[in-house]
């Protein structure tokens, strides 16, 4: 009984069975994900315990291709490791289809790592960060991550056809790893993984005319605009996009609709007032009491860099199941083609 289990396991036709229906269910699944991106969408962006308990158990009529396909692919690892088993149980007599085993290593390794991650790892999409600022992981605590440059590739349409991102990796205050993220190469550490997404302009104030002065200004947050008697207003933040939530003002999104600055007003270095100032609206009367006007003129822009900065503990073990799979096609191609040259096997024709 267990040897028919242990043949059934070890079998060519199951592998083929297994295979073919998890390919075929791939293929339908995939046309399922393209006309239903509202269940699909996020995929990538999460592991696939919060994936599957936020919409993939809501949507059973859409997922159950899923969860059968994953099914199937663990089954053909189980399979093609039994086969593996099998070949070093009798590797004195099979030593010359190392190449072939070696594949089959890489793929059962590609498939745990892949599966450890998935379950135990965590996603973090659109960490948005500009020139020169240190942004905390939320996948790995205690580690930090700084952009030092950015510089997107433009083709002669001026297309992104790339994303140069020079990142350094901190554990604290100190750099554990630094190297240039963009399109295929990511900057990787102890599983941790940042890949460039995309990029942008985030509006971070305006260029503002103060006709009580006769002047015109750059204000971000941090600035500071002098006035007459001592007066002197500070910014001290900036929202593009600004909402009153439950009493507090809060962001909305990037998107540069209702401008408000975080403002203070200081008399000969001492604070007067503090409050926030809406554009579309009107000055606050501490402003107002001074004479104050301010005219924005346009606003300014700054290029961030979008990241997605994932924690994949199985990233190691696929690595290693690239190298097994590399190593077993090179010693595969050097087996077929050294016993054709001593007439073991014949020509393809």
Not at 23 to 48: E, I, K, Q, R, Y
Not at 239 to 265: F, K
Request: hydrophobic content about 45%.
């Amino acid at each position: 009984m267990l040897k028919m289990i242990w043949r059934t396991c070890c079998s060519l036709k199951l592998a083929i069975i297994l295979a073919s229906v998890a390919t075929m269910l791939a293929m339908g699944g995939s046309l399922v994900m393209h006309f239903n991106p509202d269940v699909f969408a996020d995929l990538d962006a999460m592991n696939l315990g919060e994936w599957s308990s936020r919409f993939g158990r809501s949507s059973p009529g859409l997922s159950w291709w899923f969860y059968i396909t994953g099914t199937l692919v663990i089954l053909l690892a189980v399979n093609t490791a039994c086969c593996l088993i099998e070949w070093l149980y009798n590797f004195r007599a099979r030593w010359r289809k190392t190449g072939e085993y070696l594949i089959h290593l890489g793929f059962v390794l590609i498939i745990i790592a892949y599966f450890w991650g998935s379950i135990a790892g965590d996603r973090s999409t659109g960490n948005k960060v500009t020139v020169g600022e240190t942004i905390p992981l939320k996948v790995m605590p205690g580690h930090y991550l700084r952009l030092d440059s950015f510089e997107p590739l433009l083709n002669e349409q001026r297309r992104p056809v790339d994303m140069l991102n020079s990142v350094t990796l901190l554990k604290g205050n100190q750099p554990v790893a630094s190297g240039l993220v963009k399109t295929n190469t990511p900057l990787l550490h102890n599983g941790l993984v940042i890949t460039p997404a995309t990029y942008g302009q985030l509006p971070i104030g305006f260029e503002v005319i103060v006709p009580t002065v006769g002047k015109g200004y750059r204000l971000v947050a941090g600035d500071a605009i002098p006035l007459n008697n001592g007066y002197r207003i500070i910014a001290d933040a900036f929202l593009p996009d600004a909402i009153i939530h439950n009493g507090q003002i809060v962001s909305r999104s990037d998107n540069l609709r209702e401008p408000a600055y975080l403002m203070r007003l200081l008399e000969d270095d001492k604070e007067r007032w503090r409050g926030w100032y809406f554009l579309g609206q009107g000055l606050p009367d501490e402003l107002r009491n001074i004479n104050f006007q301010m005219v924005p003129s346009r606003p300014i822009y700054q290029t961030i860099s979008v990241l997605t900065i994932n924690r994949d503990p199985g990233a190691g073990l696929a690595m290693l199941g690239g190298i097994a799979i590399s190593l077993g096609v090179f010693f595969a191609l050097f087996s077929f083609y050294y016993k054709r040259a001593r007439g073991d096997r014949p020509d393809i024709t």
